[in-house]
């Protein structure tokens, strides 16, 4: 759960970064300001994406999600 909620922020927060990027030539501010709050939310995104990754990543190698172990099939192994 904790993975899918870090999920969604960072969803959310690239969906504001994107709006913002669009919308950044359009608004009447400073470029120093666009720029600084550009770089601000593109900084908030990497993080978002490096705890979701963190989180998927204790998810794999902590519970073993995704993971299936297979046994191979002796069976059919054509002897040498």
């Not at 909620?5 to 960072?10: D, E, K, N, P, S």
């Not at 359009?26 to 601000?40: D, M, P, Q, S």
């Not at 939310?41 to 999600?65: C, D, K, M, P, Q």
Request: glycine letters at 6%; a neutral charge; aromatic letters at 8%.
């Amino acid at each position: 759960e904790l993975h899918e909620q870090a999920a969604l922020i960072t969803l959310l927060i690239s969906m504001v970064a994107l709006a913002f990027r669009i919308s950044a030539p359009y608004l009447k501010w400073k470029e120093k300001r666009k720029r600084t709050l550009g770089v601000a939310l593109y900084t908030l995104a990497i993080a978002a994406v490096s705890l979701t990754g963190y989180r998927g990543g204790e998810l794999v190698f902590s519970h073993a999600a995704g993971v299936e172990l297979a046994i191979p099939d002796f069976s059919q192994v054509e002897p040498d």
